[in-house]
C-alpha cells in the first residue's frame, strides 16, 4: 500500500519560515492535503489539492506538491502555529486515505 | 457553514461494545459522506474506514474488518461508528470527518475519547 514519509519534528524560529516534507512515490502525480492538530483539538484543513487554502486559513500558510515530496511552508511563524501537521493523499487502487505519520511544529 | 458533533466520552470494559455518532449539522451537497479516524495516545491518524450518506455503501481498513460497522441515517445526516469486541488497544479518541469531494476532509468532529479498561 501506498506510504507518506514525514519528519517526527521540525522547529523554527518565531517569525522565520518552517517547511515540512511529505515524501511518497511520485506524489507529485496525486491530490495532496494537510491538516494541523492542535494539542487536544481535532484535525483542521489547512491545504487541500497540493496548494489551495480553505477560508480562513493564513495566507502564511502555503503548499506545493511536485516529484517525490510535497511540502507545506509556515511563513512568518507564530507561537500559535505550534502543532501536529499531517499530509494525506486518496489511494484510488484500495479506494482509501493514507495519512502520513505526521510532523511536530516546536516554535522556539 | 456545516459542523460535525460527536456523541461524548465513553469508558468500557474489554470484550464490550462501543457505538459512537456523528451528526453533520447541515446537508453537504458535495461530500462523499463520513470517515472515521482514531488517534491512540500520543500516535498519529489511523483510518478506520468511510461510509457514503446517499446509499449506505462501506469500505474498511483491513485491520478492523468484521469487528466494526458503520451505518447511516440519511434522514438525520448522521453516521454511527460501532467497534466490537473491545481491548486495551482500542483506547483512543475517534474522530468522524466529512469527506469532501476531492477527497479530503473537512470539517471534524470534536472527537470522542474511548477508553477501554477493566
Known amino acids: 500500500s501506498y506510504v507518506l514519509t514525514q519528519p517526527p519534528s521540525v522547529s523554527v524560529a518565531p517569525g522565520k519560515t518552517a517547511r515540512i516534507t511529505c515524501g511518497g512515490n511520485?506524489?507529485?502525480?496525486?491530490?495532496l492535503h494537510w491538516y494541523q492538530q492542535k494539542p487536544g483539538q481535532a484535525p483542521v484543513l489547512v491545504i487541500y489539492d497540493d496548494a489551495d487554502r480553505p477560508s480562513g486559513i493564513p495566507e502564511r500558510f502555503s503548499g506545493s506538491n511536485s516529484g517525490n515530496a510535497a511540502t507545506l511552508t509556515i511563513s512568518r511563524v507564530e507561537a500559535g502555529d505550534e502543532a501536529a501537521y499531517y499530509c494525506?493523499?486518496?489511494?484510488?487502487?484500495?479506494?482509501?486515505?493514507?495519512f502520513g505519520g505526521g510532523t511536530k511544529l516546536t516554535v522556539l | 457553514q456545516v459542523q460535525v458533533v460527536q456523541s461524548g466520552a465513553e469508558v468500557k470494559k474489554p470484550g464490550a461494545s462501543l457505538k459512537v455518532s456523528c451528526k453533520a449539522t447541515a446537508y453537504v451537497s458535495a461530500s462523499y459522506g463520513f470517515s472515521w479516524v482514531r488517534q491512540a495516545p500520543g500516535q498519529g491518524l489511523e483510518w478506520m474506514g468511510w461510509?457514503?450518506?446517499?446509499?449506505?455503501?462501506?469500505n474498511y481498513a483491513q485491520k478492523f474488518q468484521g469487528r466494526v460497522t458503520m451505518t447511516t441515517d440519511t434522514s438525520t445526516t448522521t453516521a454511527y461508528m460501532e467497534l466490537r469486541n473491545l481491548t486495551s488497544d482500542d483506547t483512543a479518541v475517534y474522530y468522524c470527518?466529512?469527506?469532501?469531494?476531492?477527497?479530503?476532509?473537512?470539517?471534524w468532529g470534536q472527537g470522542t475519547l474511548v477508553t477501554v479498561s477493566s
Open positions: 470527518a466529512l469527506r469532501v469531494m476531492g477527497n479530503y476532509f473537512d470539517p
Open positions: 461510509i457514503t450518506t446517499h446509499n449506505g455503501e462501506t
Open positions: 511520485t506524489i507529485g502525480s496525486k491530490s
Open positions: 494525506q493523499v486518496w489511494d484510488y487502487s484500495s479506494d482509501h486515505p493514507v
